[in-house]
């Protein structure tokens, strides 16, 4: 009987060995570095199934800071950092964070700028055949305003978000059935860009110009077929972005100038992609990237 006893234990000591778990039940296993082409190709394939299942040949793509939130919160969080400053009046960073909320709260229109544009965009959209849905970072923000505006038209909508060390879940307005999650900022980028008809860009910092530049990048070299590409907010744009100066020293051409559009409105940034399509038809069956 102790032998028997003996026997069970060593066994289920092996059934709860590491070794023995299923591979891909093995979380441990699985995060290894050895196994990094296939978790890049496992956040590959899981939207590309997620989105086919659903349909969606389509997207609008909207980029823009994360920061950019709407009037109420703005003015919320200016009220706050005054609050901190007021117990702790000697502190440079609360006063540098106060500033950033104040230069925040100046530019909320840009929130109901792009819910806007997604709202008419996502009753309007119809590019080529295909229903074009929109599709954000999944984030606060210009991201949030981007799902909300679809969200208001009864639209779905899809959220790419990206695990960051300072840890953002998704807003509430991106649909639940295609709200994804990355690890790998590459994978997520090619998901903005494969089924994209078309980017409308609004002020953001490094992100927002890491996104923009990639798919002028894609475009200028024939990687990806041209599509409208709409900045709001001409000011700030001309302000950070001088592709004129770029011209000027000759690395990139004078045509390259004219890769992007701007816009001040969420009407007349959908005035622009409609125009764009009216003068190039869109082929459905045509891909968009060059594979």
């Known amino acids: 009987m102790t032998e028997k006893n003996d026997l069970k234990k060593m066994v289920s000591k092996l059934r709860n060995a590491r070794a023995f778990k299923k591979a891909y039940g093995d979380i ?37 800071s994360a920061r950019l939130c709407s009037k109420e919160d703005s003015l919320a969080k200016v009220k706050e950092m005054e609050k901190k400053i007021k117990k702790n009046p000697k502190n440079k960073e609360l006063k540098d964070k106060l500033e950033e909320a104040m230069a925040i709260s100046k530019n909320c229109k840009y ?32 991201m949030e305003a981007g799902n909300r505006g679809a969200h208001d038209a009864g639209a779905k909508s899809i959220g790419l978000n990206i695990t960051l060390p300072m ?37 953001g910092g490094f992100g927002t110009m890491d996104e923009l530049f990639e798919v002028m990048t894609l475009i200028q070299t024939g990687k990806k077929r041209p599509i409208p590409i709409v900045l709001i907010g001409k000011k700030y744009w001309e302000d950070v972005l001088n592709v004129k100066n770029m011209a000027k020293w000759g690395v990139i051409s004078t045509a390259d100038i004219h890769l992007f559009k701007y816009a001040e409105s969420g009407q007349e940034a959908w005035n622009i992609i409609s125009d764009f399509y009216k003068k190039n038809p869109f082929d459905e069956n045509e891909p968009l990237d060059s594979d």
């Open 28 to 64: 441990d296993f699985m995060s290894t570095p050895e196994l990094r082409p296939l978790r890049l190709q496992l956040e590959l394939l899981k939207p590309e199934i997620y989105l086919k299942k659903h349909d969606i040949k389509s997207t609008i793509v909207l980029f823009g």
């Open 167 to 203: 840890e953002q879940g998704p807003n509430p307005y991106v649909s639940p059935e295609l709200c994804f999650r990355f690890h790998y900022f590459a994978v997520r980028k090619m998901h903005f860009v494969m089924r994209s008809k078309a980017l409308v860009v609004f002020p």
């Open 111 to 142: 929130y109901d700028i792009a819910r806007d544009f997604s709202r008419l965009a996502s009753e309007k959209s119809c590019l080529g055949g295909n229903k074009s849905i929109i599709v954000t970072g999944g984030g606060p923000g210009i």
